[in-house]
């Protein structure tokens, strides 16, 4: 490491302001930080010092995404296999389930972090870190057949208009994933729900039994098939059909614990998400008319994205709550949110997502009412002594 510093080292004025190469400088500062820990730090004034800064949180969650990317592809490979009623060995499912899910990491990273280096070029700015993250997510709350070019417009959509728009990173109201979901949702309908999407290379008619639908638990549900959907067992273990990242729960309750246990994640944000889910849950079995009211209401944590949502999306530390008291508000209202909307609204089978873009728009109206009632409290009691 120390030869490639060196070597950075000696080409870096080439790409710095005046340098033959300046107008690259952004995309070089993105690849030196990728490579090294920044050595930029303050030299003066109070500051508060730690040994943790943006790289560090992002990598933190990178490694928290592990359990749920490893997952899907082998889920990935699980599903079409069964598809086409194939006895396959592992490594023969997960190289499938690799092979493609590649194609959306790389499109996801190419086209997202290009623009990001372009607006940085324009800007004068450095690249910031965060895209990293969302880079990820975003081939990780899509369909597995969704198409290249449709991934590539959403990630367009996604970094200029739910992102730079607002300023960059740490300036957006909505989470950047979110939003390129939504638009691929809105856009392309035919690509994000129904029983072909879900399944890589799924064509009915082409050795596919007729007897494999491909339909995910909530699109079971909707249809009041509670009889036939799967056992909470699988859909906890995550052997169900479903977006690549989103089906495994045992997986994604493991990032959830490395999120937790290193800070980065906001533990009040998850328990309130799924307690205000429960609570609902709850309500909803109460006044049951349906058969989708009557499923138990710990089932819903194990069914679609709701796991996923509350843990990885959430708890974004830009478009989230910020004030303690506001965590718990803003969790409880998602988890609410998402099983009023996929219960009662066929129309929108997977609440999550709009539930959580729909709080990302309050939670600055949250933490407003939050601060301003800490004020008021404050000067009663100063106005008291």
């Known amino acids: ?34 490579i ?10 109070s500051h508060i010092r730690d040994g943790i800064d943006m790289k560090r949180v992002m990598i933190t969650v990178w490694i928290a995404l592990i359990p749920a990317v490893l997952f899907g592809i082998y ?29 959306l990491l790389l499109v996801s990273y190419i086209v ?25 997510l975003i081939p990780l709350i899509v369909p597995v057949d969704v198409p290249l070019w449709q991934l590539a417009l959403a990630v367009v959509f ?13 300036m957006n109201i909505l989470n950047p ?28 008619g082409e050795g596919v039994p007729d007897t494999f639908s491909g339909a995910t ?36 309750l493991l990032g959830a614990a490395i999120l937790i246990y290193t800070g980065v994640g906001s533990w009040k944000i998850i328990v309130s998400v799924f307690a205000g889910g429960l609570g609902m849950g709850l309500l909803l079995n109460a006044f049951a008319v349906n058969p989708y009211m009557e499923i138990p209401a710990y089932q819903h944590f194990v069914m679609g994205g709701f796991a996923f949502g509350a843990v990885f999306m959430a708890t974004d530390p830009v478009s989230g709550s910020q004030t303690e008291t506001g965590k718990w508000i803003y969790g409880l209202l998602i988890g609410i949110l998402a099983i009023l909307i996929r219960v009662l609204n066929p129309a929108f089978p997977e609440g999550m997502m709009l539930a ?30």
Not at 6 to 13: E, H, R
């Open 1 to 34: 490491m120390k030869a490639l510093r060196k070597q950075i080292d000696k080409i870096k004025p080439h790409f710095e302001k005046g340098g033959k190469f300046a107008i690259f400088r952004s995309l070089f500062d993105a690849i030196e930080v990728l």
């Open 217 to 252: 638990p909530l699109a079971q549900a909707a249809l009041y098939e509670v009889d036939s959907m799967p056992s909470v067992m699988q859909m906890f273990i995550g052997t169900i059909p479903g977006s690549v990242g989103e089906t495994s729960t045992i997986a994604i």
């Open 356 to 385: 959580i873009l729909f709080m990302n728009v309050f939670a600055p109206l949250i933490d407003y009412y939050i601060v301003q009632a800490n004020i008021r409290r404050r000067l009663k009691r100063a106005k008291s002594n």
């Open 177 to 204: 994933a979110l939003v390129a979901r939504a638009f691929l949702f809105f856009s392309y309908p035919k690509w994000m729900s129904g029983d072909l999407v879900w399944i890589a290379n799924l064509v009915k």
């Open 36 to 45: 090294f820990v920044p050595d930029r730090v303050t030299s003066r004034g």
């Open 112 to 136: 997202g972090l290009g623009i990001e280096i372009i607006f940085a070029q324009i800007r004068g700015h450095e690249v910031n870190e965060g895209y990293f993250v969302t880079g990820l």
């Open 75 to 103: 889920n990935i490979g699980l599903q079409y296999y069964q598809s086409i009623n194939v006895d396959a060995g592992f490594w023969q499912m997960v190289w499938f389930g690799f092979l493609k899910f590649l194609p």
């Open 158 to 170: 996604a970094v200029i208009i739910g992102k730079e728009v607002f300023g960059g990173t740490g």
